[in-house]
């Protein structure tokens, strides 16, 4: 295909602010899309990103000698992943690496630990109970009355299963224990409560086979070989985008027979443009910039440039076009997409990273289950701590909490100081050990105050379904007739089976790609039997009957 994409020689190809193709966020869904494109020598786009940086929720940074990932840490599954393919391809993965032994005890708020044996049996059966709650995704059974969620499912099958339990001391911990993995889970699905997650739909989401993948140079390692295909004078760091005009062609088109609302076409979406014709600023823009009809979409940025295109890729993440749809878009989306935009869930999980001069831990545990009593307080202020569920190390020195929810959004109020103090007062009491040292420093993601986020990954909360992805990512046109859309969405809450990972941006970023190099009307298939007598090969060995 050639360079341009075949763009015929008319008067927007001189504009320096014009692209065939412009791709918002340079996340994974937007560098994607940009990768395959050159990749195919289409090079006529911009990749619009609004920070300093690329990769968007996947981001590193030093704490000491160590390089830590603030956002996505590995690579969900082998089997059918193109980001570990990708990373394979480019020897990022470390395929004679044996893997590392995991160590998990289970401690009360006393500092007393549970049994393995305990941990394992409840661990199993809180696993059996999670994988009931997915199967209703592809079952014709109905889940009891009145239980909508996969939180009250699983509270319903971890009470039948403690009714069992006769000592109640020893229930009492099994139901601890039971509350921690709950708050384990929230972070796996990024949500405050997993009462908030559908249950007729927690099993729409395709978990790929081979467990989860660490790069040895961290997951950012996996951006270079994308940022070194693109070209750079393609890239607009520092160029957030806060209006997208999507129907400017559709703006000055008459309809044929000369009617006005009563056309054929009335009920296509028109922008209405509110600017005042006869000003001269107006004026003296068009003597500069393309004519509307030259363009189909317009892309204005905060610093006021604006660019001009034929189609555009919408990898924002679902957290910000909750935040800013009603107005970023002109004219405004279709009523489908925003009422799916509400009701998928967004929610924000975020990491505690504390650096200790020296360490504390046995070197034979890797991870600290937290067992919180029940608290009546409802007061956030002073028991949001309560939601980390562990600690786990990432070196011996390196200690990783994890935290969801409204806690999460609280915690990111705080100074480090407050969270390091607070945290010290937690890893002294669980493991009953005054004398642990205070770190030396503590880190603590933001995903939920940043503004290009505002939160950390898509789930589908109860009363929405898969269906809200898919309308999502359905693509925009400005006519029926049109070959291809001039507005498309790419990220991860946009596939409907891998949402919420880098893979499921990656893909959908790709299929961006894939549709802007299609050929605009479908070849004919043609079959060639030229060498053949008959049609039996093809069918050989099949038996009817």
Same mark, same amino acid.
């Given at each position: ?15 320096? &602010? ?54 996505? &840490? ?229 610093? &006021? ?241």
């Amino acid at each position: 295909m050639a360079e341009n994409g075949g763009t015929s020689g008319t008067n927007h190809q001189d504009s320096p &602010n014009y692209a065939k193709v412009l791709i918002i966020g340079a996340g994974m869904a937007g560098l994607s899309a940009a990768y395959h494109l050159t990749r195919n020598n289409f090079t006529d786009f911009k990749l619009f990103e609004a920070r300093r940086r690329l990769g968007g929720r996947i981001v590193q940074i030093p704490i000491g000698v160590e390089r830590v990932e603030l956002g996505a &840490n590995w690579i969900h599954g082998v089997l059918g992943n193109p980001v570990y393919e990708l990373a394979m391809q480019h020897g990022l993965v470390d395929i004679m690496a044996a893997p590392k032994s995991h160590k998990i005890v289970a401690a009360t708020e006393q500092g007393k630990q549970l049994p393995f044996t305990v941990l394992q049996e409840i661990y199993e059966a809180y696993l059996c109970f999670l994988k009931r709650c997915e199967e209703y995704f592809i079952s014709q059974y109905e889940p009891p009355d009145g239980i909508d969620s996969v939180g009250e499912h699983m509270k319903l099958e971890m009470n039948l299963y403690l009714d069992k339990v006769k000592d109640p001391v020893e229930r009492h911990l099994k139901e601890l224990l039971f509350d921690c993995l709950l708050k384990r889970e929230t972070c796996i699905s990024g949500c405050d409560s997993m009462n908030e997650i559908d249950l007729l739909e927690i099993g729409s989401y395709t978990e790929l086979q081979g467990g989860n993948i660490i790069l040895p140079k961290g997951y950012s390692s996996i951006l270079e070989p994308l940022e070194r295909v693109i070209p750079k004078d393609k890239i607009l760091r520092k160029h957030p985008v806060k209006l997208i005009k999507w129907n400017c062609r559709k703006r000055i088109q008459k309809p044929e027979n000369g009617s006005d609302s009563d056309s054929e076409e009335s009920d296509i979406t028109v922008v209405e443009d509110g600017s005042t014709p006869g000003s001269s600023r107006e004026v003296s823009q068009e003597k500069t910039f393309p004519t509307p009809s030259s363009y189909s979409v317009e892309v204005v940025c905060e610093n &006021n440039q604006r660019f001009y295109g034929d189609h555009l890729i919408c990898t924002i993440p679902l957290g910000v076009l909750k935040h800013k749809a009603t107005s970023l878009f002109k004219p405004p989306l279709p009523d489908y997409k925003t009422e799916a935009i509400d009701r998928l869930l967004f929610g924000t999980v975020d990491k505690i990273l504390l650096e200790f001069e020296r360490p504390f831990l046995h070197p034979s545990i890797t991870e600290v289950l937290l067992l919180w009593e029940d608290d009546s307080s409802e007061d956030i202020t002073k028991n949001w701590f309560r939601k980390i569920y562990s600690f786990s190390k990432i070196t011996e020195t390196l200690i990783l909490g994890w935290i969801s929810g409204k806690e999460a959004e609280y915690m990111e109020t705080l100074d480090s100081n407050t969270v390091l103090e607070t945290c010290t007062v937690v890893l002294r009491k669980f493991l009953n050990d005054p004398f642990i040292p205070k770190p030396k420093s503590c880190v603590c993601t933001s995903w939920h105050k940043q503004e290009y986020t505002r939160g950390s990954y898509t789930a589908i909360a109860v009363g929405a379904s898969q269906i809200d992805i898919e309308c999502l990512a359905q693509p925009l046109y400005l006519d029926e007739n049109d070959a291809k859309p001039v507005l498309m969405f790419a990220g991860e809450h946009t596939h409907s089976n891998f949402y919420s990972t880098v893979h499921g941006a990656y893909l959908t970023g790709r299929t961006a790609a894939q549709t802007i190099l299609s050929n605009d009307t479908p070849q004919e298939i043609v079959v060639d039997c030229e060498d053949e007598t008959d049609l039996s090969s093809w069918i050989q060995g099949i038996t009817l009957e």
